[in-house]
């Protein structure tokens, strides 16, 4: 089982930058590939970026692309989501999640995410 704690979210003016953190416990954190999503009130769950399990391969959603960048030190079993340029509209609640699977590449599919975080607010004032 994969335990999954995220960090570093908070109140900052658009055009200020923010950086999250998800640590792991639990599981073999080096061999998984993540994820960050985000949910808006009143919105569905969507894909923001993921990470492969070597931190060689990312995927970003056209939204957040040049702005954001994932990365993770798996010696620190943790996961990093860097923000800069931040919008209004990246107000959110922020979760990483981890796909069990061993050995993959980075996915945008929330279905091959097996364990989620609690999340962490984001909000971005104009």
């Known amino acids: 089982q994969v335990h999954l704690v995220e960090s570093g979210g908070g109140l900052v003016q658009a055009g200020g930058s923010l950086r999250l953190s998800c640590a792991a416990s639990?599981?073999?954190?080096?061999?998984?590939?993540m994820g960050w999503f985000r949910q808006a009130p009143g919105k569905e769950r969507e894909f923001v970026s993921a990470?492969?399990?070597?931190?060689?391969?990312?995927m970003y959603a056209d939204s957040v692309k040049g702005r954001f960048t994932i990365s993770r030190d798996n010696a620190k079993r943790t996961l990093y989501l860097q923000m800069n340029s931040l919008k209004p509209e990246d107000t959110a609640v922020y979760y990483c999640?981890?796909?069990?699977?061993?050995?993959?590449?980075?996915?945008?599919?929330?279905?091959?995410?097996?364990?989620w975080g609690q999340g962490t607010q984001v909000t971005v004032s104009s």
């Open positions: 999640a981890a796909d069990g699977r061993l050995w993959r590449g980075p996915s945008a599919s929330r279905e091959v995410y097996d364990y």
């Open positions: 639990g599981g073999t954190f080096g061999n998984y590939a």
């Open positions: 990470v492969s399990w070597t931190g060689g391969g990312t």
